[in-house]
């Protein structure tokens, strides 16, 4: 069964601080793994998105990496501000027939930063 | 680029009532997506159109949702009779087709309360 696991669940840090998330995926066939950031109310963001080759890809403060051996990524930010505050979720994609992809969701992380 | 453009940005209605969401993707993509997000769960999707062919649309409510994409650009979706159930988040997103395009561009969505 396709399945994208998010850990933690929500996450409280301070201003300044660094913070990594977890992402655990059993997807086949993989296509692509993404990262998307989601203020409430808001669409999803993409933050990065990693092929089967990549290890590890930035987009300024946030750093994503993937192990695809073991089926996990991780996502880095530094440097916390107030406007991470946020949730970030992990999308995995999936090779359908016809050139087709399908995307699945996890359940995402919701992080807090406080001053 | 204007982005994913959807409207309008919140909708109160009572149940029973129709209701109708808009979707302008970005100039070019060919593949068009109508999703429904639940309070703290990844969103789900309802319907993809390759130009104006629905290609996928095994989750969506026939019963009461349908959804359309004349000339293979905007997209409308539409709820008729809505039910206390049908309040979420409705994203609209669109892509390129082709091997090489790895990018989902999400609109901000729009919030449906049914009261």
């Known amino acids: 069964k396709n399945q994208v696991e998010q850990s933690p669940q929500s996450l409280i840090i301070l201003e300044g601080k660094n913070c990594t998330l977890q992402c655990n995926y059993t997807v086949s066939p993989f296509s692509n793994l993404r990262w998307y950031k989601q203020d409430t109310g808001r669409g999803p963001v993409s933050l990065t998105i990693?092929?089967?080759s990549e290890n590890t890809k930035s987009n300024g403060r946030y750093t994503a990496t993937l192990d695809a051996d073991t089926k996990q990524s991780s996502l880095h930010i530094t440097a916390s501000q107030l406007s991470d505050s946020a949730s970030y979720i992990c999308v995995v994609s999936v090779s359908e027939a016809g050139n087709n992809r399908k995307l699945i969701w996890g359940l995402g992380t919701s992080l807090a930063v406080n001053p | 680029e204007a982005g994913v453009v959807q409207s309008p940005r919140y909708k109160i209605i009572e149940k029973k009532q129709p209701v109708a969401f808009w979707c302008n993707p970005i100039?070019?993509?060919?593949?068009l997506y109508w999703y429904r997000q639940n309070l703290g769960q990844g969103p789900e999707l309802l319907i993809r159109y390759e130009n104006e062919e629905a290609v996928d649309d095994s989750q969506l409510p026939k019963d009461r949702f349908s959804a359309e994409r004349l000339k293979g650009v905007d997209s409308t979706l539409k709820i008729q009779p809505a039910k206390l159930g049908d309040s979420a988040v409705y994203l609209c997103?669109?892509?390129?087709?082709?091997?090489?395009?790895?990018?989902?561009?999400f609109g901000s969505g729009t919030r449906l309360t049914v009261v």
């Open positions: 997103a669109s892509s390129s087709t082709g091997a090489s395009n790895y990018g989902y561009t």
């Open positions: 100039s070019g993509h060919n593949t």
């Open positions: 990693m092929t089967f």
